[in-house]
């Protein structure tokens, strides 16, 4: 339920209103011996974040069970500040439909425009449209963006580091197409230089790589970058949004455009979707990006104003000429991240990526510790890592499952042949005491 507090001003009215002239004066007809006259119990006081978890504890002892999150690969158990639902809840933007005609209300379309905003501080990138759908399309979309600015729509090259079912997600797109994936192994969980120089050529549209990766590690993104670029393909970086909080921006290394999958900004785990894709480029390649672009001007008496001014759909012109076939884009959750964003700020951002990154080393200190345990890769990570089990990944999820913590996914889901690895992943929102527990049930 939504907590509105009133202000002196307003209680004065209130009062005056109703023919009071105190709050004492409107509660003199309790008898005194049934007003509470002693001071309130109450504990000290908790940030919001502190004050969700004991209230989500208390809540624990009356459902099933609901373990501890340490779940990573792609979606993540990040702080939600209260005020983000209390925006999005509103029903002028709840009940909106995805505005993409000409009537769309100026609320939404400047909400639009300042997740734009948002989204170029956070990358380091010129333009950024209105949203996609999620975070395996923007890299399929991001891809075929590449092959419209370079004229060349034989080949992409991804690393094997990028997330299986964002590199599905394109093979399903260039399943009835003369367009090639061409996928760069990455046995050591980051990209060799040699091997990706050796897959790239005069042919290839762009390298797509992943930052953090999807096994957490940190490429040499810089290095990536140049590489593509000496054969004149563009460089597609997917990345993770609170990363930006910590590592350098994509668009500071060289990135040509950038994409994310933007759920760690303000949204829930929720079974999986609706989840939030985010792609953002540099300004000489804006007319071949697909989506929406929200621009301001002025109206005919000079007034500020957004409007819609770039969606070239095949809705709208003729298909070959069409930047994307995408219809909609996750608008509701776009605002999300938009308040999400603005809430926290530079700072507050900077925060989470720090404690983020402080508590995933922690997790994996702790963890390594224990026989049997190891870091697959000797990498540099965020805040995830990928944990191999001597005896076996799928024992280590039961035992902790069976403790209350939920970790994983299993490399086995996407790699039948490693049974032996899996995803941890630690957020600001885990405590030492959980972490702990958690090593204390997998020495067991």
């Not at 985010?278 to 001007?297: D, H, N, V």
């Not at 994996?364 to 890592?385: C, Q, W």
């Amino acid at each position: 339920m939504a907590y509105l507090d009133n202000t002196p001003e307003q209680q004065r009215e209130m009062l005056a209103t109703i023919g009071a002239a105190s709050i004492e004066e409107l509660f003199a007809q309790i008898p005194a011996e049934l007003q509470l006259k002693r001071p309130l119990d109450m504990p000290p006081a908790l940030s919001e974040m502190e004050l969700q978890t004991a209230l989500g504890n208390l809540a624990k002892q009356n459902s099933q069970r609901q373990g501890t999150c340490f779940l990573g690969g792609g979606c993540y158990d990040h702080f939600i500040p209260a005020a983000v639902d209390a925006i999005a809840s509103r029903s002028e933007f709840y009940t909106a439909y995805t505005p993409y005609q000409a009537e769309a209300s100026q609320g939404s379309l400047q909400a639009f425009y300042e997740f734009q905003t948002l989204v170029c501080q956070l990358t380091g990138m010129e333009v950024s449209n209105a949203s996609l759908y999620e975070g395996g399309t923007s890299v399929s979309e991001a891809a075929f963006m590449a092959m419209r600015v370079t004229g060349r729509y034989k080949k992409v090259v991804l690393l094997g580091s990028v997330h299986p079912e964002y590199r599905a997600v394109v093979d399903t797109y260039f399943s009835d197409l003369d367009s090639e994936a061409v996928v760069v192994p990455t046995p050591n969980g980051t990209a060799d230089l040699a091997a990706v120089r050796d897959a790239l050529d005069d042919q290839t549209a762009c390298l797509v790589i992943q930052q953090p990766n999807f096994f957490g590690c940190l490429e040499d993104a810089r290095e990536l970058v140049e590489a593509a670029h000496e054969v004149g393909a563009l460089a597609v970086v997917s990345c993770d949004p609170i990363s930006l909080g910590m590592l350098v921006r994509p668009g500071e290394y060289g990135a040509d455009i950038v994409v994310a999958e933007g759920q760690s900004l303000g949204t829930p785990l929720q079974y999986g979707g609706p989840f939030l894709g985010i792609l953002a480029c540099r300004q000489k390649f804006m007319r071949k990006m697909p989506g929406r672009l929200i621009g301001e001007t002025t109206d005919r008496d000079g007034r500020p104003c957004f409007v819609l001014n770039l969606q070239a759909r095949e809705q709208h012109i003729r298909r070959d000429k069409a930047t994307s076939n995408i219809c909609t884009n996750q608008g509701l959750i776009a605002l999300r991240a938009t308040a999400y964003m603005a809430l926290l700020g530079k700072q507050g951002l900077g925060e989470v990526a720090e404690l983020s990154c402080r508590k995933a080393h922690y997790v994996a200190e702790r963890l390594t510790a224990i026989d049997g345990f190891s870091l697959a890769y000797d990498r540099p990570y965020f805040k995830e890592f990928t944990l191999r089990c001597e005896n076996g990944a799928a024992e280590a999820l039961d035992k902790a499952a069976q403790a209350g913590f939920d970790i994983g996914p299993l490399l086995s889901q996407f790699d039948a042949s490693n049974q032996s690895d899996l995803l941890v992943a630690t957020t600001e929102c885990r405590t030492r005491q959980e972490i702990d527990a958690l090593a204390d049930a997998l020495a067991q």
